[in-house]
T-cell receptor
Framework: DAGITQSPRYKITETGRQVTLMCHQT?????MFWYRQDLGHGLRLIYY???????DKGEVPDGYVVSRSKTENFPLTLESATRSQTSVYFC??????????FGSGTRLTVV | GEDVEQSLFLSVREGDSSVINCTYT??????LYWYKQEPGAGLQLLTY?????DMKQDQRLTVLLNKKDKHLSLRIADTQTGDSAIYFC????????????FGAGTILRVKS
């Protein structure tokens, strides 16, 4: 299916575990983004990527790692999950001026 | 830094018009966007306006841009219960390249 796909849709993990959230887009958009959405904070940018092998920090990068070996994939890894990382995570892609296309989100709970 | 402000909540009756307001800070912003988020879903692009335009209409949606006051509004005509959602305004400052700055969102509740 064409579009941007996030997996898993829901994830529960324990404090201290490593967890990876996947994001895949089928358009070959150059830009990809990871946001977290929390009540009272709106959307906060974690990391973004302008192209394969080019990534940069956003507003709240601590505790997260990204990679982009292929244009279509942009996984986000929580190296050692903490309760403060409980959130809804959105991946987005973009090309040109048309704004972002968002995935459906991953709801992550750290217990 | 950049900041986009929106009112938190708006409640309207079905059939009325809704107007959601937004103020942004960067006069260099080339594009401004409106996104809609329904419960449990991602953000969906509703419409966008180029900074050299004052108004854009798309079916029930009208976007007004006042560059002097850095004010953007989204008017939804004949609001329906299916319009209940969170609406996000976003700006694209020139120096940010392809990054957008989002507001915190306005919750629109439509009463039948």
């Amino acid at each position: 299916d064409a579009g941007i796909t996030q997996s898993p849709r829901y994830k529960i993990t324990e404090t201290g575990r490593q967890v990876t959230l996947m994001c895949h887009q089928t358009w070959s958009h150059s830009y990809m983004f990871w946001y977290r959405q929390d009540l009272g904070h709106g959307l906060r940018l974690i990391y973004y990527s302008a192209a394969a092998d080019i990534t940069d920090k956003g507003e709240v990068p601590d505790g997260y790692v990204v990679s982009r070996s292929k244009t279509e994939n942009f996984p986000l890894t929580l190296e050692s999950a903490t309760r403060s990382q409980t959130s809804v995570y959105f991946c987005a892609s973009s090309e040109g001026s048309r704004g972002y296309t968002f995935g459906s989100g991953t709801r992550l709970t750290v217990v | 830094g950049e900041d986009v402000e929106q009112s938190l909540f708006l409640s309207v009756r079905e059939g009325d018009s809704s107007v959601i307001n937004c103020t942004y800070t960067d006069s260099s912003s080339t594009y401004l966007y409106w996104y809609k988020q329904e419960p449990g879903a991602g953000l969906q692009l509703l419409t966008y306006i180029f900074s050299n335009m004052d108004m854009k209409q798309d079916q029930r949606l009208t976007v007004l841009l006042n560059k002097k006051d850095k004010h953007l509004s989204l008017r939804i005509a004949d609001t329906q219960t299916g319009d209940s959602a969170i609406y996000f305004c976003a700006e694209r400052p020139r120096e940010y390249g392809n990054k957008l700055v989002f507001g915190a969102g306005t919750i629109l509740r439509v009463k039948s």
